[in-house]
């Protein structure tokens, strides 16, 4: 999970410098594997929309 998160991070960071600095956001939510895909996408998308709550251009781990 931690290491999702760190990949996640390097990614959001990556994009942002590359293709519009500030004015280009990056939100991202990351989630270990749940008992089947769509409660895994659930979790993700949950993730994804905290990380879009809190300010954005962020990455939120979704706890187990």
Do not use: C, F, M, W
């Not at 960071?13 to 939510?29: D, E, N, Q, Y």
């Not at 990351?30 to 300010?55: F, I, M, N, P, W």
């Amino acid at each position: 999970r931690d290491e999702g998160a760190a990949v996640a991070e390097r990614i959001r960071i990556t994009v942002t410098r590359a293709l519009g600095g500030p004015a280009l956001t990056v939100s991202v939510g990351v989630a270990e594997y749940r008992e089947s895909h769509r409660a895994t996408t659930l979790a993700v998308d949950q993730a994804l929309y905290q990380a879009k709550e809190s300010g954005r251009n962020r990455v939120v781990l979704q706890e187990p």
